[in-house]
């Protein structure tokens, strides 16, 4: 099947035939994996990468044992001493949907139709369910078919950043400092930064390519927390058990149930709010446990949950002596504003960057986690940019042709802030 794209003047790129190309690899991770990568079929692509990057006179490019790849576009002559800048982007794709056999569709000259999906005609893309469509009359919408995901997150910035390396080899005017390019798997399954090598990696900034709408820069996240909770029962014979059985299925059950309904749980909170988040119960008679996960923008609202959580407990268990319970917290990650605020610079190249690109950026949160806060707090500073993706880890996902471009230009123009 051939496509036919309409680009938006004056800046074209190869993204978008890279990422119809791209998504068609499967790469799904898996999170239940002991591996890694955590499945095999993610090195697939890393390796494809590999060869293109060669393919593009980056003779640098390599693929270590974890996956990784990484390469070096050097400076244009009388740059060598501007910083090194690095753009990274991930291969998996969620394991929560299937992105075995996805097959991409364009939809042309989007005009606010219902893009009915063909694979399942009941998957139904609608502006009225996706205000963001709104702003994209006149683009080029790529979906997948109806049964998949489409890989959008985060193929849309593996093919942004391929696509920008392929312009700048091909366009030596363009004045740039060292540029680093890594692509990395399992950043679905919280692993994407395991092995990541920094110092071999070289950058002293970088920004990863694996948000939304076009001109957002994502500086902050959350700082997380998991939380254990674990209930000790005493078992008996039920049919002797009055006054000796404590059931600590039934303890955990009341704490559960004892927890913010009206707050303090995602389902009621937005923006900078954060929340407690029961998300697996397991148990018996004898023993019974709770996992948590907890979610602030800071770390003392981290702190303040985490004692409103074992005050809770505490307060279950305590009418019965035979009861008893024991509270794990370990650290997940933390907000790499934290580490930005220091390195205000990357944030204005960014800024000036987009706006170069005629866009207005837009400085946003992230109500998550992301490989650019873990490898912040690793010594390298990170902000993550758009790369068009919606609608993530759904058989509803999209992107756009045209903001794919939007994002490539960024990168371009990044590269030439930092140049001076």
């Given at each position: 099947?051939?496509?036919?794209?309409?680009?938006?003047?004056?800046?074209?790129?190869?993204?978008?035939?890279?990422?119809?190309?791209?998504?068609?690899?499967?790469?799904?991770?898996?999170?239940?994996?002991?591996?890694?990568?955590?499945?095999?079929?993610?090195?697939?692509?890393?390796?494809?990468?590999?060869?293109?990057?060669?393919?593009?006179?980056?003779?640098?490019?390599?693929?270590?044992?974890?996956?990784?790849?990484?390469?070096?576009?050097?400076?244009?002559?009388?740059?060598?001493?501007?910083?090194?800048?690095?753009?990274?982007?991930?291969?998996?794709?969620?394991?929560?949907?299937?992105?075995?056999?996805?097959?991409?569709?364009?939809?042309?000259?989007?005009?606010?139709?219902?893009?009915?999906?063909?694979?399942?005609?009941?998957?139904?893309?609608?502006?009225?369910?996706?205000?963001?469509?709104?702003?994209?009359?006149?683009?080029?919408?790529?979906?997948?078919?109806?049964?998949?995901?489409l890989g959008s997150d985060d193929k849309s910035g593996v093919a942004e950043i391929m696509a920008a390396a392929e312009h700048l080899m091909?366009?030596?005017?363009?004045?740039?400092?060292?540029?680093?390019?890594?692509?990395?798997?399992?950043?679905?399954?919280?692993?994407?930064?395991?092995?990541?090598?920094?110092?071999?990696?070289?950058?002293?900034?970088?920004?990863?390519?694996?948000?939304?709408?076009?001109?957002?820069?994502?500086?902050?996240?959350?700082?997380?927390?998991?939380?254990?909770?674990?209930?000790?029962?005493?078992?008996?014979?039920?049919?002797?058990?009055?006054?000796?059985?404590?059931?600590?299925?039934?303890?955990?059950?009341?704490?559960?149930?004892?927890?913010?309904?009206?707050?303090?749980?995602?389902?009621?909170?937005?923006?900078?709010?954060?929340?407690?988040?029961?998300?697996?119960?397991?148990?018996?008679?004898?023993?019974?446990?709770?996992?948590?996960?907890?979610?602030?923008?800071?770390?003392?609202?981290?702190?303040?949950?985490?004692?409103?959580?074992?005050?809770?407990?505490?307060?279950?268990?305590?009418?019965?002596?035979?009861?008893?319970?024991?509270?794990?917290?370990?650290?997940?990650?933390?907000?790499?504003?934290?580490?930005?605020?220091?390195?205000?610079?990357?944030?204005?190249?960014?800024?000036?960057?987009?706006?170069?690109?005629?866009?207005?950026?837009?400085?946003?949160?992230?109500?998550?986690?992301?490989?650019?806060?873990?490898?912040?707090?690793?010594?390298?500073?990170?902000?993550?940019?758009?790369?068009?993706?919606?609608?993530l880890h759904s058989r509803l996902e999209w992107t756009s042709v045209q903001d794919m471009d939007k994002a490539v230009q960024v990168i371009?123009?990044?590269?030439?802030?930092?140049?001076?």
């Amino acid at each position: 099947m051939q496509y036919h794209f309409r680009m938006t003047p004056p800046f074209q790129s190869s993204a978008a035939a890279r990422f119809l190309r791209y998504v068609t690899y499967d790469t799904q991770s898996d999170e239940s994996s002991q591996s890694y990568p955590s499945t095999s079929k993610q090195l697939v692509l890393l390796k494809q990468l590999t060869q293109e990057l060669k393919d593009l006179g980056i003779a640098s490019a390599t693929i270590d044992e974890y996956g990784y790849v990484m390469a070096t576009i050097p400076a244009t002559p009388g740059k060598e001493e501007v910083p090194a800048i690095g753009f990274i982007a991930h291969v998996d794709t969620s394991p929560e949907v299937s992105g075995a056999n996805v097959k991409p569709i364009v939809h042309t000259r989007y005009d606010g139709r219902d893009l009915v999906l063909p694979d399942d005609p009941s998957v139904v893309l609608r502006q009225a369910d996706n205000p963001d469509l709104a702003e994209q009359h006149g683009h080029d919408i790529i979906t997948a078919s109806g049964t998949t995901l489409l890989g959008s997150d985060d193929k849309s910035g593996v093919a942004e950043i391929m696509a920008a390396a392929e312009h700048l080899m091909a366009h030596t005017d363009v004045p740039h400092g060292p540029i680093k390019i890594g692509f990395t798997p399992d950043e679905e399954v919280g692993r994407g930064t395991q092995y990541f090598d920094v110092r071999r990696f070289g950058a002293v900034f970088a920004y990863t390519l694996d948000g939304s709408k076009v001109g957002d820069v994502e500086i902050e996240n959350f700082s997380a927390d998991a939380m254990t909770i674990i209930f000790q029962g005493f078992n008996a014979h039920p049919g002797y058990a009055k006054g000796r059985m404590v059931s600590a299925l039934k303890l955990a059950a009341e704490f559960v149930h004892r927890l913010p309904r009206h707050g303090l749980s995602p389902e009621t909170t937005d923006g900078y709010e954060g929340y407690v988040h029961p998300h697996t119960l397991q148990g018996a008679v004898e023993r019974a446990t709770v996992k948590i996960l907890l979610r602030d923008f800071n770390v003392d609202g981290l702190d303040d949950k985490a004692k409103m959580l074992t005050e809770l407990a505490n307060e279950i268990a305590r009418p019965y002596p035979a009861a008893s319970v024991e509270v794990q917290r370990v650290e997940s990650y933390r907000n790499m504003k934290e580490v930005l605020d220091r390195h205000p610079e990357v944030i204005a190249h960014a800024k000036t960057a987009i706006e170069r690109a005629g866009l207005t950026p837009r400085f946003r949160q992230i109500r998550g986690g992301t490989d650019g806060s873990r490898l912040s707090f690793m010594g390298l500073p990170t902000p993550n940019l758009f790369a068009g993706e919606h609608n993530l880890h759904s058989r509803l996902e999209w992107t756009s042709v045209q903001d794919m471009d939007k994002a490539v230009q960024v990168i371009v123009e990044i590269c030439r802030s930092w140049a001076g």
